[in-house]
T-cell receptor, first 112, second 111 residues
């Protein structure tokens, strides 16, 4: 089975712009979660989608949003980018609740 | 939401020694506790997990213990090897995939 695929791998954006990141889960996995990883902050939970519905949300501002499509692929959008949004954004898929997360390689976003 | 604390933030051991990483969680409803290993420049990967109906689980040199009353769980690595050097993350979940992670422990195994 193909693993979790995230595109693009790298992004450089300017403050104030917006960005969309994409995640294709493992075939058959209906849950997709997004995490922000920064040095010293670990993995911060953004949100989780299951069957096109957002079930859980972390403590991030409304500038961070996401969606999931009928084929379980998910996108994450960040609007009005700030310098502090520079991070590695990881997507993870899982088969069901309380099952292991399978991470993608991430999208490294740099905001200048 | 769930809050997971992890200690220590860095750990250095000699090859062959044991390493222990500890985590505490806040929500007593949490019932799934996985551990992930992230090598430099790579994605986090599951190394072991434990569910709330079990107190201990072992997989070769790795073991995890869970104390539900005290709300803490620990990762034990025995006979450490240089390839065990990585960042380790603990996590807790209530069963709805709202999985929260600790801040990570950077383990260095010195040859």
């Amino acid at each position: 089975k193909a693993g979790v695929t995230q595109t693009p791998r790298y992004l450089i954006k300017t403050r104030g712009q917006q960005v969309t990141l994409s995640c294709s889960p493992i075939s058959g996995h209906r849950s997709v979660s997004w995490y922000q990883q920064t040095p010293g902050q670990g993995l911060q939970f953004l949100f989780e989608y299951f069957s096109e519905t957002q079930r859980n949300k972390g403590n991030f501002p409304g500038r961070f949003s996401g969606r999931q499509f009928s084929n379980s692929r998910s996108e994450m959008n960040v609007s009005t980018l700030e310098l502090g949004d520079s991070a590695l954004y990881l997507c993870a898929s899982s088969l069901m609740g309380n099952s292991p997360l399978h991470f993608g390689n991430g999208t490294r976003l740099t905001v200048t | 939401g769930e809050n997971v604390e992890q200690h220590p933030s860095t750990l250095s051991v000699q090859e062959g020694d044991s390493a222990v990483i500890k985590c505490t969680y806040s929500d007593s409803a949490s019932n799934y506790f996985p551990w992930y290993k992230q090598e430099l420049g790579k994605r986090p990967q599951l190394i072991i997990d434990i569910r709330s109906n079990v107190g201990e689980k072992k997989d070769q040199r790795i073991a995890v213990t869970l104390n539900k009353t005290a709300k803490h769980f620990s990762l034990h690595i025995t006979e450490t090897q240089p390839e065990d050097s990585a960042v380790y993350f603990c996590a807790a979940s209530k069963g709805n995939n709202d999985m929260r992670f600790g801040a990570g422990t950077r383990l260095t195994v010195k040859p």
